[in-house]
């Protein structure tokens, strides 16, 4: 089994296999650097240099424009979000709660080394508690973030995702693509890219937004801005279907209030306890809920 991400990892200039030279990556065959920090490879440049994000620009905005009103919601946004991830970290029952909901049934039981492919992996959630559970992750995305320097057992590849992921092909048992899909341009490219590199009967957990959620039902408008489409149950489903997976469990969750969505959300998810939301989520019918939830099969 393949424990090391150099066996698996190649060059996405040129698909050649990669050495570790001091603080940098080496490609044999294109003669190519890629700088190292840390647990971080970087594949494309520049993209590290800075964090930017909407939320950061509108909280910057909202800084300058009303600092009465924002103080109390950015304390209690930061507070709220470092219990968060410290949970992810060190948590066990949210870590069994995880693996519980998301990992397929027998892949739990029958575990096998190798390493998990987190493709989109934002500030490195599911690698932290895959890590909790003694499964090593390489997560995958377009920015840097500091906070994977608190994950020893995983490894993070800076690049910008668009056709190639450099990887050699059926190299991983599962890959998660959290929220990321409805983001990409081409998003059919992806799930055969996503199935190339899964091994034989391999399985890719997928979340997706809803888009028969209960906001879109009454405003008809997305979840979130900056997606560029969202997918209702049969269409992710015919997507999955037809580039070769089968569909072993599809589920939703979240209650998504269609009316005054952002502030209710903030409310659900960062001043109430959460055991709220999870019952009027669960009260909300499966098909008006905001995040669709997938795992497929590699046929
Ligand atoms: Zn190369």
């Not at 599962?174 to 799930?191: H, K, P, R, T």
């Not at 979130?224 to 939703?252: G, P, V």
Request: with cysteine; charged share 25%.
């Amino acid at each position: 089994m393949k424990n090391n991400i150099l066996e698996i990892l190649i060059c996405p200039a040129c698909d050649g296999s990669l050495e570790r030279t001091g603080e940098k990556l080496f490609c044999r065959k294109c003669q190519k650097e890629y700088p190292l920090f840390q647990n971080a490879f970087f594949f494309s440049e520049g993209e590290h240099q800075k964090e930017i994000s909407l939320g950061k620009i509108f909280s910057f905005l909202l800084r300058r424009l009303n600092p009465i009103s924002y103080w109390p919601f950015s304390y209690f946004t930061k507070r709220e979000f470092k219990r968060l991830y410290e949970s992810y970290l060190k948590d066990r029952m949210t870590a069994r709660k995880f693996a519980h909901d998301y990992l397929p049934e027998d892949y739990s039981k029958n575990r096998e080394d190798g390493v998990i492919l987190d493709f989109g992996c934002s500030q490195g959630r599911i690698a932290a508690i895959m890590n909790q559970l003694g499964y090593k992750v390489v997560g995958l995305d377009k920015l840097y973030y500091a906070w994977w320097t608190n994950l020893k057992n995983s490894t993070f590849v800076v690049l910008n995702i668009d056709k190639k992921i450099p990887f050699q092909d059926r190299s991983f048992n599962i890959i998660f693509a959290f929220l990321i899909l409805e983001y990409l341009q081409n998003d059919e490219i992806i799930i055969q890219e996503l199935n190339k590199k899964l091994k034989e009967h391999g399985y890719l957990i997928l979340q997706v937004p809803n888009k028969d959620n209960l906001r879109h039902l009454l405003t008809r408008r997305k979840l979130a801005q900056f997606h560029l489409r969202e997918y209702s149950i049969k269409e992710i489903s015919n997507l999955l279907k037809n580039n070769n997976f089968i569909i072993e469990k599809i589920w939703t969750e979240r209650f998504y209030s269609p009316i005054f969505t952002n502030t209710l959300n903030y409310v659900f998810e960062i001043l109430l306890p959460h055991k709220i939301l999870d019952f009027v989520s669960s009260i909300t019918p499966q098909k008006y809920r905001g995040i669709i939830n997938v795992i497929a099969r590699k046929k």
